[in-house]
């Protein structure tokens, strides 16, 4: 267990609909990221939150919107979902807003 | 622009060496990791180098040469458990994402 939590760990929607995907990052830690990976493309940053506020964008459609809560803890919210929307969507927390990240499980996504 | 680029593909026999090499050109720099993922897992750190030179952790070991935007990921006696895809990040700016190259796959076989 490496101390970053993601859920759920599988899920399975239509074309059209709008899912939620949670992190809770690691204690301590101020800086949560999110990464989609499909299997031509690698990982692919989205989006940093550091402390509750945004800190950088990457990639993200405007399809996809995230936020970060008091606690820390995050949500990914990808709407309006395609078939291409379909990847392992990985939260990955840090201290400091640095690397040597500490990633979550991830979340299949499945878009069908 | 960022790019970073890392062989596709790598194959290997137990008990070998192999390199896995990796180029990148970014605005800044700030550091690069080596991480490894096993299918389907999450990533997991392996190494990080911020200044040139070889930096030694058991059986693996990272080089960076910042002049020629290049390293490489050296892992020795190579064990079955080692197959897996070796991606290669870096982080251009203190404080930013780390941007990470497509992996490379090592496949080990006896």
């Known amino acids: 267990d490496s101390g970053v939590t993601q859920t759920p760990k599988h899920l399975i929607t239509a074309t059209g609909q709008r899912v939620t995907l949670r992190c809770s990052p690691r204690?301590?830690?101020?800086?949560v990221y999110w990464y989609q990976q499909s299997l031509d493309q690698g990982l692919q940053f989205l989006i940093q939150y550091y402390n509750g506020e945004e800190r950088a964008k990457g990639n993200i459609l405007e399809r996809f919107s995230a936020q970060q809560f008091p606690d820390l803890h995050s949500e990914l919210n990808l709407s309006s979902l395609e078939l291409g929307d379909s990847a392992l969507y990985f939260c990955?927390?840090?201290?400091?807003?640095?690397?040597?990240?500490?990633f979550g499980s991830g979340t299949r996504l499945t878009v069908v | 622009g960022q790019n970073i680029d890392q062989p596709t593909e790598m194959t290997a026999t137990e008990g070998a060496i192999v390199q896995i090499n990796c180029t990148y050109q970014?605005?800044?720099?700030?550091?690069l990791f080596w991480y490894q993922q096993h299918a389907g897992e999450a990533p997991t750190f392996l190494s990080y180098n911020v200044l040139d030179g070889l930096e030694e952790k058991g059986r693996f070991s990272s080089f960076l040469s910042r002049s020629k935007g290049y390293s490489y990921l050296l892992l020795k006696e190579l064990q079955m458990k080692d197959s897996a895809s070796y991606l290669c990040a870096v982080s251009n700016q203190a404080g930013t994402a780390l941007i990470f190259g497509k992996g490379t796959t090592l496949s080990v076989s006896s």
């Open positions: 970014t605005s800044g720099f700030n550091g």
């Open positions: 204690s301590g830690d101020l800086s």
């Open positions: 990955a927390s840090s201290v400091t807003g640095e690397g040597g990240y500490t």
